[in-house]
């Protein structure tokens, strides 16, 4: 899943050329003058929202993230997966804090054949919907098959590997495979897959309901308005009871607007998504004792696609020249005010499967490296290599981005490297990025379900094509690399037959030693999630799923 925030335009020609250290010096100045100007937004007065006044055991969260639908087996954006975690339940969910994977709806982990194509699966038997349809297996398989047949945005996750899904019995699901999936429980997981009452939707293509959502968490959706949701409590929740009276989740057109209104206590949670300048002037007001902050891993890795296709990044040594002069540690430092963590591997830290390849392989700002390279290639002052980095331009982050790789490839090499810097449109380049547009992007990644496969299979996968023609058809083409290799589509798919962690770990890590030595894509940093909330609130736990668990939350 593209994670495409469109923050306010930063002109890719705002930096001027100059020699030396003009280039990042002017980046580093703008920074700080945005933070000066974010930390002397003065605090008003004002102690409470309309809703926690009404009934001050309700909270109030505040965020900039949009949302286009409701309909479960539509929907594909991080806020809306949010609420479907807290209005819903799915077979599976993860422990808190961990990525342990336990029953929900299911009662047990499921039984799987021994050719790993059918899953046997007992459900709860005490569990209703919010419009008091008794939950069952017969309802468990309508949701699934909803999701699958009705082609929503999400529904791929589902139906590229279920072959059937049928109630065996009052409480005994089973799903049949079109191929083996070892990650396939993890699926079940994803907060989009949660039970929906028969009652209340319908089975068939484009049969939607973007305002309607019912479902048997502990939850109800009490209204979808434009620029609020609220929910209430369910009290016939068979699960653990939530600590508060309700949910109102506040939407602000910009960071700017949530930024002001936290600082005014107009919400009593600021969550998703701040700049990193008001981030840095908000984290020097805690010590203060002004309100509190939570920091959690996050699983969104930002990356560099390279389009092998596109000269001159058809040259291994160019692409490799390209790597050598990154510094994550620069990026994580100015750009990012210290709120990411450098990224050294597609696959996120947060993973046993992690290894830090590019930095084994490669460090950062190896640019002696990176000189030896393009020398190799045949890239020289007088006859530079030049690439265009594109970026979505309406992105503030990626844009700052761009202009420090170009002031370091302008500055460290000599000339030998030169980047030529393009913004665009979010959305036309999403449309153009699979058709060999770009020759870069500047991109990030939020993972549809919690498996390394995820992270590897959506970069590298190719189902058409050829080492000459590049991907013709597929994953990686999707991504608009192009990339192809036949080890690492037989690799992919031996991961995913795999059921052995401890082998599957080992084909992990030769897909991992293939991305260094092909090098289709650049990871530079990994998010870490930033929550600022009033002090008298408490239960606050980010998932490292990316969501966030509602009912834990208290208000004092």
Known sequence: MFARSLNQTLQSGWFPRRRGQSILHLISLFCLCWFLAVSCTPRSTQTNSPSSQTNPERITMGTTLNIRTLDP????????????????????????????????LATALPTVSEDGLT???????????????????IAMAFSLKRFIENGGQPAFLLADTVKSVEATGDYELTIILKQPFAAFPNLLAVAGTLAVSPEAYELGAGKFQPQTLVGTGPYKLAENGVDVIRLDVFDQYWGEKPQNQGIDIQRFSSPANLFNSFRSDAVDIAYLSLEPDQVKSLQGEVEKGKWQMITADGNTINYMVLNLNSEPLNQLEVRQALVAIVDRNLINERILRGQGEPLYSLIPTTFESYKPVFE???????????????????????????VEVWYASGNNKRATLASTLKALATEKLDGALQLELKGVEATTAFENLDKGVYPTFLLDWYADFLDADNYLQPFLDCAEGSPETGCTKGASQSQGSFYYSDRVNELIDQQRREQD????????????????????????????NFIFADDNISGIQPQLTQQLPFWTLSKS
């Open 501 to 528: 962690p401890q082998a599957r770990q080992l084909i992990f890590d030769e897909l991992q030693a293939i991305l260094i030595k092909d090098v289709p894509y650049i990871p530079l940093w990994q998010d870490k």
């Open 119 to 137: 899953y046997t699966i007992a459900v709860r038997q005490d569990v209703v919907f919010h419009d008091g349809t008794p939950f069952n297996a």
């Open 73 to 104: 087996a539509d929907a594909y954006d991080a806020l809306s997966n949010d609420i479907f975690y807290n209005v819903g339940d799915r077979l599976y969910t993860y422990s808190l804090g961990n990525t342990t994977l336990i029953p929900q």
């Open 360 to 386: 084994d392989s490669y460090g950062d700002a190896n640019i002696e490296r990176a000189k030896a390279l393009l020398e190799q290639a045949g890239y020289t002052p007088e006859n530079p290599a030049v």
